[in-house]
């Protein structure tokens, strides 16, 4: 798979916080409860902290309790790549951002219907931009 946005070690860190790029690139997870969307309720597009893809939308976050920001769906199912993942002595399916690669969180098959999913997202990977005129 060939990522659109492509860039150096150094140039992420560069345009990322240190925390971003510990999460984005390092596959790092923010502590529960922390991140500034898990209780943000705006309405609007939730685009790739690396690369401005649009990844959620404000119309499919719930509140799943979990202390991180929740979606049943992404934008478009284009936008975002699954891949296993084995770490922690865990088996989860890890989400990421199909254009530049960025670690965005991983999804459960413990969501709410329509889909049934659960995209469980660090808020760091996140930038929220409002919906015009809400
Ligand atoms: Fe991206």
């Not at 150096?8 to 790029?21: A, N």
């Not at 902290?49 to 990844?55: Q, R, S």
């Not at 965005?104 to 929220?128: K, M, W």
Request: proline share 5%; with cysteine; aromatic share 10%.
């Amino acid at each position: 798979m060939t990522e659109k946005v492509q860039k150096s070690d150094q140039e992420w860190r560069k345009i990322l916080t240190e925390e971003q790029y510990n999460i984005t690139r390092l596959k790092g997870t923010e502590p529960p409860f922390t991140g500034k969307y898990n209780h943000f309720k705006d309405r609007g597009l939730f685009r790739c902290v690396g690369c401005g893809a649009e990844l959620f939308s404000s119309q499919a976050k719930y509140d799943s309790g979990s202390g991180w920001p929740s979606f049943y769906q992404p934008v478009d199912k284009v936008n975002v790549r699954v891949e296993r993942d084995a770490s922690h002595g865990m088996l989860r399916t890890e989400v990421l951002c199909e254009c530049c690669g960025a670690h965005l969180g991983h999804v459960f098959e413990d969501g709410p219907q329509p889909t049934g999913l659960r995209y469980c997202i660090n808020s760091a990977a996140l930038n929220f931009e409002p919906e015009e005129g809400g």
